[in-house]
């Protein structure tokens, strides 16, 4: 199940799982997506198999059964939480059957400590809110201003 916020300081979109909520990475929300998702894979008994300290056991008994079992919840956790624009970039880790890969990948894909990024979208925001600025106020262009007018002291 899927849900939208429409509130800015709520995360744009979330997915529910058994586990609980977990942030869809899109991106530049790692740190979102990373602690929400954590949280479910520790509540699933998984986070051991996608950080590598619990290795696959040898024996071929119930153990390793059960360890294919919380494998399986992990890659589905972690694949069911990643944006549109990168579930693609995650489908061969997603047939090896290979949460370890995948949560490395998305982590490598993280945007929002890329200083080029931020400053690109930094500046998108500047930009925008100058324009908005710009634009003359319905009631302020019979009094002949525009909003531009605040910025002129």
Partial sequence: MSTTHTSPSLPAK???SKWGRITIFTGNNYPQFAITCKAALVAAEAWDIVSG???EPANGGAQQADWKKRRGIAVQLIFS????NYVNRLSDLLEQKDPKGMWEKLKRSDRSRDELFIANVRGRATIRQWALAAK???GDSAKGRSRGDDFIA
């Fill in 136 to 138: 003359p106020n319905v």
């Fill in 81 to 84: 939480s990643t944006g549109q």
């Fill in 14 to 16: 979330e997915w529910t």
């Fill in 53 to 55: 300290e619990e290795p």
